[in-house]
């Protein structure tokens, strides 16, 4: 599996696996340490997580089982997100769904991550969604403390703007390594908007969430998922790849900006299908083949 430098001191698997559905799969200790191990087997070693996922539950699964099989901690690494308070019945003093980027919320968060993942750092943490009332310069604080304490390595950002990730870079003495955001062959905001251009300039790679589409080329019959769909199937013909899931991510992966899918499926096949779309090469005419059913005209 190849690999992606982010900064000296840490490189994530070119493919990441995303935990947020894994209180979904109904897998006990045992299971989740086997699927664990099954992806790393697969050469990905990085797995990401948010501390709203599941309800609140997802880091704690995960940390479960790893606690089954703690020198793994040193092999993977780990990558979570803060900064949303949902309403759920695990936290039942949130009035209503709204961002917190306070020094406060921030420090609290990682506290519980560490001690749901149950581990003594995270290799990467994100500030989830962009916050209307962020405070740079508290944020900038807060990540120093956490570096100084050996918390928190590395951080980033997740579905910022590039307006907002100026502007929090701006306070810090040490470069955001990524901005998770939403890339597919259905998602083309973050080509159009200059957030994969930001991470062009600044030389980090963006992580992409939902890299299938939420599976809406697959099975939906609404007119522009059905012409990417026919446009995949020819391609697939064309150069002989097992399904259009693989050229999906090949066509995520052929991008300068190396960037980084996540994969959120608990099922080892299906994970298996991404790993093995490294080995698909799209040509440049079948890129924008699939650009353009995408956005439903050729380029000007």
Same mark, same amino acid.
């Given at each position: 599996?190849?690999? /992606? ?10 493919? %990441? ?35 709203? =996922? $599941?309800? =609140? ?31 759920? @019945? ?8 709204? =961002? ?9 968060? /990682? ?9 003594? =750092? ?29 918390? %928190?390595?590395?951080?980033? %950002? ?24 939403? %890339? ?9 908007? $200059? ?18 589409? $939420? ?11 059905? #012409? /990417? ?24 992966? @052929? ?7 996540? /994969? ?19 040509? #440049? ?10 956005? $439903? #005209?050729?380029?000007?």
């Amino acid at each position: 599996m190849q690999k /992606v430098k982010l900064t000296d001191d840490l490189e994530l698997s070119r493919i %990441v696996h995303g935990l947020m559905r894994l209180s979904e799969w109904g897998f006990s200790k045992k299971e989740r340490l086997n699927l664990i191990e099954s992806i790393i087997d697969l050469g990905i070693t990085s797995f990401d997580h948010a501390d709203i =996922y $599941g309800n =609140y539950s997802c880091e704690e699964l995960f940390g479960e089982a790893l606690a089954l099989k703690p020198e793994i901690r040193k092999d993977i690494q780990l990558i979570t997100k803060c900064g949303i308070k949902m309403i759920s @019945k695990n936290r039942p003093e949130h009035k209503i769904k709204h =961002y917190d980027t306070t020094k406060e919320h921030i420090i609290s968060s /990682v506290e519980n991550s560490l001690k749901n993942l149950q581990t003594d =750092y995270l290799d990467l943490l994100l500030i989830h969604r962009p916050d209307p009332l962020m405070n740079p310069d508290q944020i900038a604080e807060t990540f120093k403390s956490l570096e100084a304490k050996g918390k %928190v390595l590395n951080f980033g %950002v997740s579905n910022f703007k590039p307006t907002e990730f100026e502007m929090l870079s701006s306070r810090l003495d040490f470069p955001l390594v990524t901005n998770q955001i939403e %890339v597919s062959v259905m998602a083309l905001e973050n080509f159009e908007n $200059g957030s994969i251009n930001k991470c062009l300039e600044k030389d980090i790679s963006p992580m992409a969430w939902s890299p299938l589409a $939420g599976g809406s080329v697959f099975n939906s019959n609404q007119e522009r998922a059905a #012409r /990417v769909r026919k446009t995949l199937l020819k391609i697939k013909e064309e150069t002989n790849a097992d399904s259009i899931a693989q050229l999906m991510y090949a066509w995520i992966l @052929k991008h300068p900006a190396r960037i980084i899918p996540i /994969v959120g499926s608990g099922k080892i096949n299906r994970i298996e299908e991404a790993c093995s779309s490294l080995a698909v090469e799209l040509s #440049r005419e079948q890129w924008f083949e699939i650009l353009e059913s995408s956005r $439903g #005209r050729e380029v000007k």
